[in-house]
T-cell receptor, first 114, second 112 residues
């Protein structure tokens, strides 16, 4: 069966420090991978998605970047965090291809920037 | 721009009540609508709807889609405290990388 791992679960970082959140998927190959952010009390905003190794699409201009160095690994990064980067970050995957498939989420990473 | 709007944003009811959550959408080339339940961390999948008028049901939860009027409802009957959560509605356009567009969510609180 497929599983998705996301870490760290919580993170407190000072303004201006770097960030790296990691997500890996097991039990599937060539998945579509996604990073969403959820501000307090709000819905999910899509940040990045990837349909293959090295292929990254950005949905909103921002202080963050994403990379996919391996088929089942997706990394969210920042060189210098801003206060506005605080939030709950969710990694998700779904089967690649054009079919209608359910998006499955990781447990999330709660980032607080002070 | 694709858009999903949920209402109400917040709802507080007593255990045993029936609730209806609403989701309206505007999307280019609709493929599917999904409902998720989010308690503390990861949203968990409830339903996927692709056709109008066909009710999906799972225990006390049910959902239906109206593709003409561009909305869906999620019903929960005989609510329990364990139903307390944020319920998220999302729509998948048929073009692009199958990325979901989410609504703001409805925070449902069930009081004993």
């Amino acid at each position: 069966s497929q599983t998705i791992h996301q870490w760290p679960a919580t993170l407190v970082q000072p303004v201006g420090s770097p960030l790296s959140l990691e997500c890996t998927v097991e039990g599937t190959s060539n998945p579509n991978l996604y990073w969403y952010r959820q501000a307090a009390g709000r819905g999910l905003q899509l940040l990045f998605y990837s349909v293959g190794i090295g292929q990254i699409s950005s949905e909103v201009p921002q202080n963050l970047s994403a990379s996919r160095p391996q088929d089942r690994q997706f990394i969210l990064s920042s060189k210098k965090l801003l206060l506005s980067d605080s939030g709950f970050y969710l990694c998700a995957w779904k089967t690649g291809g054009s079919g209608a498939n359910v998006l499955t989420f990781g447990a999330g990473s709660r980032l607080t920037v002070l | 721009e694709d858009k999903v709007v949920q209402s109400p944003l917040s709802l507080v009811v007593h255990e045993g009540d029936t609730v209806t959550l609403n989701c309206s959408y505007e999307v280019t080339n609709f493929r599917s609508l999904l409902w998720y339940k989010q308690e503390k961390k990861a949203p968990t999948f409830l339903f996927m709807l692709t056709s109008s008028g066909i009710e999906k049901k799972s225990g006390r939860l049910s959902s239906i889609l109206d593709k003409k009027e561009l909305f869906s409802i999620l019903n929960i009957t005989a609510t329990q405290t364990g139903d307390s959560a944020v319920y998220l509605c999302a729509v998948e356009p048929s073009q692009g990388a199958q990325k979901l567009v989410f609504g703001q969510g409805t925070r449902l609180t069930i009081n004993p």
